[in-house]
């Protein structure tokens, strides 16, 4: 089983930055891969960063530039720093964590975190 929680969402002032952690648990080598999403007010989620278990990372156009991924392997965390926060940025922030866990049985799946609130005042 893997879990993940994610926490530092808050309130922002336009222009400012917020770090997003996504603490990853349970059990951790079979994470494939831990991806970031958004659920902004009207809009469909949308996927905006992701980072493997190999360290590559992809990024939507829409926060290149603004948003950077990183991790912490050690502490089994991956963040995402947020940076030139715009009003649009705001919204509930999601990790999931994409997973493979095999022993007699191949399970596949993905885990998602509760959200973290993020608000970007104008």
């Known amino acids: 089983q893997v879990q993940v929680v994610e926490s530092g969402g808050g309130l922002v002032q336009a222009g400012g930055s917020l770090r997003l952690s996504c603490a990853a648990s349970?059990?951790?080598?079979?994470?494939?891969?831990i991806e970031w999403y958004r659920q902004v007010p009207g809009k469909e989620r949308e996927m905006i960063a992701k980072?493997?278990?190999?360290?590559?990372?992809t990024q939507a156009d829409s926060v290149k530039g603004r948003f950077t991924v990183s991790r912490d392997t050690a502490k089994n965390t991956v963040y995402l720093q947020m940076t030139s926060l715009k009003p649009e940025d705001t919204g509930v922030y999601y990790c999931a964590a994409d997973y493979t866990h095999i022993t007699d049985t191949i399970v596949a799946g993905q885990t998602w975190g509760q959200g973290t609130r993020v608000t970007v005042s104008s």
């Open positions: 349970g059990s951790i080598s079979s994470i494939n891969a």
């Open positions: 980072i493997t278990k190999h360290g590559d990372i």
